[in-house]
């Protein structure tokens, strides 16, 4: 028997807490002091998310990201790399700000690059997007909160609308990942090497 339609879709635990949080009212001097240091002390954390990925798309980062060590002369990792896509992700969407635009994006980004994710039909089945079954390699990147926290906020505005996917903060930096993998391999990114030293 499967799950009601409603535990499948995606929590969102930071921005949940963080409402907490905000609706909390500590009383006497010791107890906002405290609150305040442990506010300060949350928002500065850093979390890890975990993400898979076609070895053929980490083979190609791999390769990527030591022709930018050889350039800079120095690391670069694929966590670094990951984490420019995520900046990038947060400054456009923030431009847009703009729900359905953001819905549609991720929708089209995650189509070209073959991603799989969940979805839900009229009978609450988990249906896969995407033909791709080569092997998987698992990722990890981690992030601040207060960086996944504006994510979550933006990806709960998208589930407030209603929509046939739901993405979680794992899913966007799959999504992005595979999405700027496929661009480089298919030739869509011009001097972006050269881009990305630059931001160094």
Known sequence: ??????????????????????????????????????????????????????????????????????????EFTQQMLTSILLDDFLYQAKKRNNPYDLYRHLTKQMEQSSIEVFTYNGERDILHLGENTQRRKEMECTIKKKKALRLEIMLSDVADLGPEITFSV?????????????????????????KIVERL
């Open 1 to 74: 028997m499967k799950k009601p339609y409603q535990d499948q879709q995606v929590q969102y635990s930071l921005y949940e807490e963080e409402l907490k949080e905000l609706a909390y009212n500590p009383t006497g001097f010791f107890g906002k002091m405290m609150y305040k240091a442990s506010r300060k002390l949350s928002s500065s954390m850093d979390l890890t998310y975990t993400f898979n990925v076609a070895v053929s798309d980490y083979l190609r980062a791999e390769f990527f990201c030591d022709d930018i060590s050889e350039e800079i002369e120095g």
């Open 170 to 194: 794992s899913d966007v930096l799959q999504i992005i990942y595979s999405d700027f993998i496929w661009k480089y391999r298919t030739g869509q990114l011009n001097n972006v090497l050269k």
